[in-house]
């Protein structure tokens, strides 16, 4: 007898809503409940994190995107018996560099009076695998979950601290997916490898064809690798 996936609860990232996961939904949801974590509160990842768990399931399954991934990692090591497997997709442990920290320190200064247009498209060019860069459509979409959260969760999420948990990673005891994508510009191969080597019950998939934005330029890769590693879980 087939043992039944755990809830899967999934964490987007860095100005991205739960609709980051729309397109892989039915696959998802064809295994088990789905659940969605929100970054839209919380000025630190242990903040976020506490919010996270506070409205998961009592064991989970737990899938973390980008900036969603420390938070992931936090959940992880704050309940490591409530989450049962978890999923780091275009993840790093590294720290924020003090130049990107300080770029998104001076975005959140000087966001321009007047209605919150998210994102700019160079920024989110720069997530997408280069045959993906002139799909209005896709950009639209990024720029729209931006929208939709508001000009204070842009100042509250470019100010987060990203501390490095390189040295943590060994904490994390439960079996760990870490998902890349073969063309991201913004988290090299080495950084998923990292995460790979790091945590002890940890294996890697690479996804070609694939820039940062994994889960809206693959989806159906990704779910299916998510529901590989799902239904692979022990009992």
Known sequence: MTTPA????????YMLDETLWDDMLPALRA??????????????VEAMAGRILDGA?????????????????????????????LALIAASSRPDSPLRREQRAMA??????GPFRGLSRGAIVSSLHPEHAGDEALIARVRGMGVRLGRDVFVRQSLLERHGDLAQLGAIACPTLVVAGAQDQMRALD?????????????LRIIDGAGHMIPLERPAALAAALASWLSGLPG
């Open 6 to 13: 755990p809830p899967l609860l999934l964490v987007p990232g």
């Open 31 to 44: 295994l088990g409940p789905v659940a969605f974590g929100d970054l839209a509160e919380g000025d630190t």
């Open 57 to 85: 399931p009592a064991e989970f399954a737990l899938a973390g995107f980008s900036m969603g991934g420390y938070i992931a990692r936090e959940v992880a090591r704050m309940a490591p018996g409530r989450v049962r497997a």
């Open 108 to 113: 959140a200064r000087n966001t321009p009076v």
């Open 191 to 203: 950084e998923a490898r990292e995460l790979a080597a790091h945590i002890p019950r940890a294996s």
